[in-house]
């Protein structure tokens, strides 16, 4: 589809696992950008990645989370050690450049037991 | 760090009706976008704003950028049931450099046939 993808689209670990999540922007779009949305909230602002420049990291809420952009696409959201409150929704979005709109994927339902 | 206050937090209406919703914010943002978000989906750009006191409109759906640079409104005229969802109104942090985005708390919207 022409859309942002997500996977996987809901996943559920115990916590103390590592969990990863992938994103697929759409193609051509330069920047990307993940958030976290818990319940009933607005989204959280975690990292964004331009191009080959150093990724914005000031969002991410702790040392157990890190994203990587590989080849200016693909990312992949990594949360080690998972704790119960790192239970949210963790949306991508991506723009054709930083200061264009962002269209989101429909997220990664994350639930830690 | 920047806040933004969305309101109302929930409105339950009729079909037919018109709706008002607004955010504000206590400093100054650069772009206003607002968001519709249905349940298990990513949020869906409405309509994006760039300029203080810009006034745009999409379908049913007419939003304004607030003169001090600090407010915007979205307004729904005529609602229909499909009109249920979420509604998210988000402001981009100007020294960010990009559309690094701050978002309200959502107004969730109900419409009775």
């Known amino acids: 589809g022409a859309g942002v993808s997500q996977s996987p689209s809901n996943k559920v670990t115990e916590k103390g696992k590592d969990v990863e999540l992938r994103c697929d922007p759409i193609?051509?779009?330069?920047?990307l950008y993940w958030y976290r949305q818990s319940l009933g909230q607005g989204l959280e602002f975690l990292i964004y990645f331009q191009g080959n420049s150093a990724p914005d990291k000031s969002g991410l809420p702790s040392d157990r989370f890190s994203a990587e952009r590989t080849g200016g696409s693909v990312s992949t959201l990594t949360i080690q050690r998972t704790q119960q409150e790192d239970s949210a929704v963790y949306l991508c979005?991506?723009?054709?450049?930083?200061?264009?709109?962002?269209?989101f994927g429909d997220g990664t339902r994350l639930s830690i037991l | 760090g920047q806040q933004l206050n969305q309101s109302p937090q929930s409105m339950f209406i009729q079909e037919g009706e018109d709706v008002s919703m607004n955010c504000t914010s206590s400093?100054?943002?650069?772009?206003w976008l607002w968001y519709k978000q249905d349940p298990g989906e990513g949020p869906v750009l409405l309509i994006a704003l760039y300029k203080a006191g810009e006034l745009t409109s999409n379908g049913r759906l007419t939003a304004q950028f607030g003169i001090t640079r600090k407010d915007s409104f979205l307004n729904i005229s005529a609602s229909i049931p499909s009109d249920v969802g979420i509604y998210f109104c988000a402001g981009s942090d100007p020294s960010g450099g990009y559309n690094k985005l701050i978002f309200g708390a959502g107004t969730r919207l109900a419409v009775h046939p």
């Open positions: 193609s051509g779009h330069t920047a």
């Open positions: 400093s100054i943002f650069n772009t």
């Open positions: 979005a991506s723009s054709l450049v930083g200061n264009q709109p962002q269209h």
